[in-house]
């Protein structure tokens, strides 16, 4: 499975969490932090949206599959942000990463969430 450079059109940005304690209040500080930018490719996963209720509020979910050049570095706790001309969309992975072909690719499936 040869990686073509063409299928990577997409600018992204990996994030890792940085949790730190609030000595005054004692609760977390969550903050987003850069680990690379890389380019991929990212897909809707069909079907492309489902609806589900949380906490009483009705959530729309979108899932895309996003595949890049072969990490080592990349966990299920991450983020990916993929840049566009109409901003920034954040998603969550919620699958994978797994590995496709011998150390060639790395796929992901991962989440939005709106409501």
């Not at 990577?8 to 990996?14: A, E, M, T, V």
Request: hydrophobic share 40%; aromatic share 6%.
């Amino acid at each position: 499975m040869a990686v073509r450079a063409g299928t990577l059109d997409r600018r992204c940005s990996i994030d890792y969490k940085s949790v730190e304690l609030d000595a005054s209040y004692g609760t977390e500080i969550v903050t987003w932090l850069r680990l690379t930018q890389v380019w991929a490719n990212v897909e809707d996963v069909l079907p492309s949206r489902s609806e589900s209720v949380r906490q009483g509020l009705e959530v729309a979910r979108n899932q895309v599959r996003v595949r890049m050049r072969y990490r080592d570095d990349i966990t299920s706790e991450m983020r990916i942000v993929v840049h566009g001309r109409n901003g920034d969309v954040v998603y969550q992975i919620v699958g994978g990463p797994a590995m496709m072909g011998r150390q060639e690719m790395l796929e992901m499936v991962c989440e939005k969430f709106t409501s």
